[in-house]
Structure formats: C-alpha cells, structure tokens
C-alpha cells in the first residue's frame, strides 16, 4: 500500500502564477482534505471532496479551488499567487462514507510551494 | 481566540525527563480530540487519539477534560527520537472528518 501520495514535492512559483497540486489518496479511502500548512503553524483546513464533491470548505479565498476525480484522487488550484500563498500543502485521505465516524486520516508527505 | 491553542516551546528536555504539553479548545461542541507527531519537514501523523477517561500507549498517555475543554500529552523517560512537534487536534461534531490543529508544541531531547 503506497499511502497517501502528493506531487510534485517543491514547487517554486512567480507572482500571479497558478499551480495545480495532485493528490492520490490511500488505497480503500474516499474522502480527500486539503490543508495548508505555514512556517511554524498548525495545518489549516482548506476543503474536503467526497464523491466528486466539495463538501466542507474552510476560510480560504476562491482562488483555492479543488476537484475529485472518479478514482479518488484529488487536484489543488491556486489562482493568481501571493507571496502568503507560500506553504507546505498536505493532502490527507479518511474513509468518511455513510456509517463511517471519525476514521482515521493519513497525510502524504505534502508538496512545499515557493511563491518569490 | 484560536479554535485550539498550544504552548509553541521550545520544550527543552534531557534524555529520561518527563514531559507534559497542554492544550485547550474553545468550541465546546468538538467531538474527537487527538495529538499528531510532525517531524521537521515531514507530514503529521497519528500519535495517539485522547478519551476522557484517559489513555496510555507505552510512554505516552493522554488525557480529556471536556469541563475544562483542556487535552494533556504526558511524555515519560523521554528518547531522543521523541524530538519533534506536538499538535494538539480537534474535530468537531459536523459529521465531517475536518482536522482543527493548534500551533504544535516543539519538543527538544538532549543527551
């Protein structure tokens, strides 16, 4: 079981760019989190998909946005890049279906984007 | 006021000591309550999850006061590899798997 896999790992960006994080989830899971991770912070919740969906968002502006494909995976967009917008991003995969309660959620090893 | 708070440390601590980080939360609807480990520049992981009626897992033990909404991680005869950051994690009662992280706690063991 590979677990939660993220690519790339480092992305370096130029102001206004948009950059595309990929996500695939671990084997069996359904539910995809996005969080954003800045220097000496806590992860903070970007938003969640289920079945294709996005169905929990946090408080983060709409140039985040997101997409689940069939099989699970997940993208991360950003829009017209900031210098703020530099952070580790952790995608992290649970098993949140109907009946499932408070599965555990693995993270991948997150991809560390530069905006300069 | 943060959702969760912590301590930030650095928690500097000689091989053997014991070591406690607090944490608390201010939405007194959060549901499950767990400490992640992050090593530096890695991804958080599951340490342990944390029930009011307390829980060890070999040097570990953790513990709930929902009165208090307060989270303790008790660290015993702390290693050298328990050097990382501690983050104290809340969900709340959405019925959505959404991780609340404080700031983590630094925790620095020395020989």
């Known amino acids: 079981d590979a677990g939660v896999t993220q690519s790339p790992t480092h992305l370096i960006k130029t102001r206004g760019q948009q950059v595309t994080l990929r996500c695939s989830p671990k084997?069996?899971?359904?539910?995809v989190s996005w969080y954003q991770q800045a220097l000496g912070q806590g992860p903070q919740f970007i938003f969640q998909?289920?079945?294709?969906?996005?169905?929990q968002r946090g408080n983060f502006p709409d140039r985040f946005s997101g997409h689940q494909f069939p099989n699970y995976s997940s993208e991360l967009n950003v829009n017209a890049l900031l210098l703020g917008d530099s952070a580790l991003y952790l995608c992290a995969s649970s098993l949140d279906g109907p009946g499932q309660v408070n599965t555990e959620a693995f993270f991948g090893q997150g991809t560390r984007l530069t905006v300069v | 006021r943060k959702e969760v708070e912590q301590d930030p440390g650095p928690f500097n601590v000689p091989e053997g000591a014991t070591v406690a980080f607090n944490c608390t939360y201010s939405?007194?609807?959060?549901?499950?309550f767990f400490w992640y480990r992050q090593d530096c520049r890695k991804e958080p992981k599951l340490l342990m999850s944390?029930?009011?009626s307390g829980n060890e897992d070999g040097r570990f033990t953790a513990q709930l006061n929902r009165a208090s909404q307060y989270i303790s991680l008790l660290i015993r005869d702390s290693k050298l590899s328990d050097s990382a950051t501690y983050l104290c994690?809340?969900?709340?009662?959405?019925?959505?798997?959404?991780?609340?992280f404080g700031t983590g706690t630094r925790l620095l063991v020395s020989p």
């Open positions: 994690v809340v969900t709340l009662n959405t019925g959505f798997q959404k991780l609340v």
């Open positions: 939405n007194s609807a959060s549901q499950s």
């Open positions: 944390v029930y009011s």
């Open positions: 084997s069996g899971h359904d539910t």
């Open positions: 998909y289920y079945e294709e969906e996005e169905r």
